[in-house]
C-alpha cells in the first residue's frame, strides 16, 4: 500500500482485508464485551492490553479496544507515516493522555508556542494535570527545555492566526524532546510533521477528519513507544473512541483530500478577496502577506481564514450562508469570533500576546461555491 499515492492509501487504508472477508464496506463492531470460555487465557492478555501492547488477538472489552477504531487507527498512522495511532472520545481526551503519559515519566514539563487552540492553552496555563508550562517564542523554544521537559507544543497553522512554524527546525532545536504538532487545520492531506521532524502529531478528529460535523473523536499519530503509553492511559481512563465515530472517521479519510484542496483553494480566493474589502482591516492566511513560508511543509493554505473588523459581532449576526457556530472542519462553512467561544477560556492578557483581537473573526470554508460564499460576506460586511 505505501507504494501507491496518497490519495488511493487513503481511500483504501484500513480496508485491506476486506475482499478476503467478502465485504465491501467496513463492519461496525457495536459489542461492548466479547465472550471468551478461556478465563485463564484472558486473565493473561489483559495483563499485555495494561501495558499498552496489543497482542492481535479478538477484543476482550469495548474499553480496551474495538476493531472498528482499530481500522480507523491503522488507517491514520499510515496517512501520517507513524507507526502506529491511538483513538481517544475527543482531541481534549487525546491531549490530556500525551500530558499524562509524560507526567507518569517523570517529565511534566511543558514548553508551548502561542496561539494555541484556546482550551489547549487553558488547560496548560492550569496546571491541572500536574504539568508547568513555559510559553516560548519558535526561536526560543530550545533554551526553554530542562531536565524534565517532557513535550513540545506547537500547531502549525496556528489556531486562530493561521501563523504557521517551522516544524524541521523546531524539531531540531528542541531533541531529544519530541515536538507535539496539533495537525488539525492541516490534517495529513496537506502537511505530515512526522516527515518534517515531529515526534507526536494530535487532532481533533472531530474537524476535517469527520468533516461532516457529525461525529466526535481524537487521535494522536507517533512511534509504537508512545503509543504503548496512550494505550496504557486510555485502558485505564477510558477516554475510548465509539465504534460508531471510528467507522464514520475512517469514511472521512476516503475523501479528506478532495474536501481539503477544494476548500483550500476557496479560501485562499476568499483571503484574496477579504484583502481588498474596505471593511477589512487585516486578513491572516498561510502565504497571503508573501513572507516566507515554511519551505515544503504544506501543500496548500488550508480551508481556514481569519480577519479582522470594527464589528465582529454584527458581521456573525449578519451572515446567512455561513453558520455562526463554534468548530471547523465540515463540508458546510462556519463562522466565529475566537474571543467569545474557542479561546474564551483564555486570560485576556494572554489572548493578546498571542495575536488574538477582539476583532478577530474566524472562517471555516467548506464545499459550497466561492462566489455565493464571498457574497454572504460581502453582504454582512456592508452591514458591520
Not at 517532557?150 to 531540531?172: C, K, M
Amino acid at each position: 500500500m505505501t507504494s501507491h499515492h496518497w490519495e488511493t492509501r487513503a481511500i483504501h487504508a484500513g480496508r485491506e482485508d476486506l475482499v478476503d472477508l467478502g465485504l465491501h464496506v467496513p463492519p461496525i463492531d457495536l459489542s461492548t464485551t466479547y465472550p471468551s470460555r478461556d478465563t485463564v487465557a484472558e486473565a493473561a492478555r489483559l495483563d499485555v492490553f495494561g501495558s499498552g501492547a496489543d497482542d492481535g488477538g479478538p477484543p476482550i472489552y469495548g474499553r480496551v479496544g474495538n476493531p472498528t477504531v482499530a481500522r480507523f487507527e491503522s488507517a491514520l498512522a499510515e496517512l501520517e507515516g507513524a507507526e502506529a495511532a491511538v483513538a481517544f472520545a475527543s482531541g481534549m481526551a487525546a491531549l490530556c493522555a500525551c500530558l499524562l503519559a509524560q507526567v507518569a515519566r517523570g517529565r511534566p514539563h511543558v514548553v508551548a508556542v502561542r496561539p494555541l487552540y484556546g482550551t489547549t492553552d487553558y488547560l496548560l496555563d492550569s496546571g491541572l494535570l500536574g504539568t508547568s508550562v513555559t510559553w516560548a517564542e519558535p526561536r526560543g523554544t530550545g533554551d526553554a527545555i530542562r531536565s524534565d521537559t517532557g513535550l513540545v507544543i506547537v500547531e502549525s497553522p496556528a489556531n486562530p492566526t493561521l501563523t504557521e512554524i517551522d516544524i524541521q527546525a523546531l524539531a531540531a532545536a528542541c531533541a531529544p524532546v519530541p515536538v507535539l504538532v496539533d495537525n488539525t487545520f492541516a490534517t495529513p492531506a496537506l502537511q505530515r510533521p512526522l516527515n518534517c521532524g515531529a515526534g507526536i502529531v494530535l487532532h481533533s478528529a472531530t474537524k476535517y477528519l469527520g468533516g461532516h460535523g457529525d461525529v466526535m473523536g481524537g487521535v494522536v499519530a507517533s512511534n509504537e513507544e508512545f503509543a504503548r503509553a496512550l494505550r496504557r492511559i486510555r485502558f485505564a481512563t477510558g477516554g475510548v473512541l465509539h465504534p460508531l465515530a471510528g467507522y464514520q472517521l475512517l469514511r472521512g479519510l476516503s475523501t479528506l483530500s478532495v474536501r481539503m484542496h477544494h476548500a483550500s483553494a476557496a479560501a485562499a480566493e476568499i483571503a484574496r478577496r477579504l484583502v481588498h474589502h474596505p471593511s477589512v482591516t487585516r486578513v491572516h492566511y498561510p502565504g497571503l502577506s508573501g513572507e516566507p513560508r515554511p519551505p515544503e511543509q504544506m501543500a496548500a493554505g488550508g480551508a481556514i481564514v481569519s480577519f479582522e473588523v470594527d464589528d465582529p459581532h454584527a458581521v456573525t449576526g449578519s451572515v446567512r450562508l455561513f453558520t455562526p457556530a463554534v468548530s471547523l472542519g465540515s463540508v458546510d462553512s462556519l463562522i466565529q469570533h475566537p474571543a467569545s467561544l474557542t479561546h474564551h477560556a483564555m486570560d485576556p492578557g494572554s489572548r493578546e500576546q498571542a495575536g488574538i483581537s477582539d476583532r478577530l473573526l474566524r472562517i471555516s470554508v467548506g464545499l459550497e461555491h466561492v462566489d455565493d460564499l464571498w457574497a454572504d460576506l460581502t453582504q454582512a460586511l456592508t452591514r458591520d
